[in-house]
């Protein structure tokens, strides 16, 4: 291995580091993948998850110059195909060679930096903050995906936004103690923390399955490759969701929810004797 190589494949190690950090749910769907997706969706959950850290976690900091740092070293990275920052470099490495486009990154950090200056959301800003922080991320694991296949993705596009969509507003429901009472947040159009109740759950709920059920079309049509680790985060979210569902209310606002990691692992095997056996 080269001196080029080595440094491309230690960035993207990375990143993979990174994702078993933060995400074992995440981690345990990118291993079912083909093994040519491994590393390029390592780097591009590690981009997305050290962007989303600068906004969530250092509130000592300056989040605002943290984050135009982190843009202006973005592109500098995705312009000269090079970063010392590893996530960076091969997050460049990823978009440069499947052709993410710009707009889908542009969108992304325009999101991040929604959270700086949060307000309450209306409809038309909670679906922009959605489609920034969520559904361009499944485009760009698409774009891998696809490798190339421009008719593909179109075909694959919108049922990809609407499964990050809901995977975003799940991570919003169990979150929404920790959003409230460490950033001041609540996502939901017209819904007030302090006045949390079923009704509110019950809308919102709704609005998730649908996400869920649209997605679904995409999942089946998936490359071989992809369709099994795409449908473990699938499940996994689905089961979450359910837990959440059988909670009330006032619950959510008390305590996040979680799966165990001895329930991931029970999914997964499961979901690969289902495989085996052809019943998925």
Known sequence: MDSIALFDQTSLECSRLITQRYSTSFTLGIKTMDKKFHMPIYAIYGFVRYADEIVDTFHDK?????????????????????????????????????????????????????????????????????????????????????????????????????????????????????????????????VD?????????????????????????GIDNLPAGAKFGVRIAYRYYQKLFDKIKGMPADTLTKRRVRIPNSQKLSLFVGMYFETKLGML
């Open 62 to 190: 300056d989040k605002k110059e943290l984050l135009a740092r982190f843009r202006t070293d973005t592109y500098l990275a995705l312009e000269s195909g090079v970063s010392l920052n590893p996530v960076l470099h091969a997050f460049q490495l990823v978009v440069n060679r499947y052709q993410i486009d710009s707009a889908l990154i542009e969108a992304f950090l325009h999101s991040m930096a929604m959270d700086l200056d949060f307000q309450t959301y209306s409809d038309s800003r909670y679906s922009e903050y959605i489609y920034g922080s969520a559904e361009v991320v499944g485009l760009m694991c698409l774009k891998v995906f696809c490798e190339g296949d421009a008719e593909a993705y179109e075909r694959l596009r919108i049922p990809a936004c609407k499964l990050g969509s809901a995977f975003q507003k799940v991570n919003f429901l169990r979150d929404i103690k920790s959003d409230y009472e460490e950033r001041g947040r609540v996502y939901f159009p017209g």
């Open 193 to 217: 923390y302090l006045r949390f109740d079923n009704a509110m759950k019950g809308e919102i709920e709704a609005d998730i399955q649908k996400d869920f059920n649209d997605s679904l079309i």
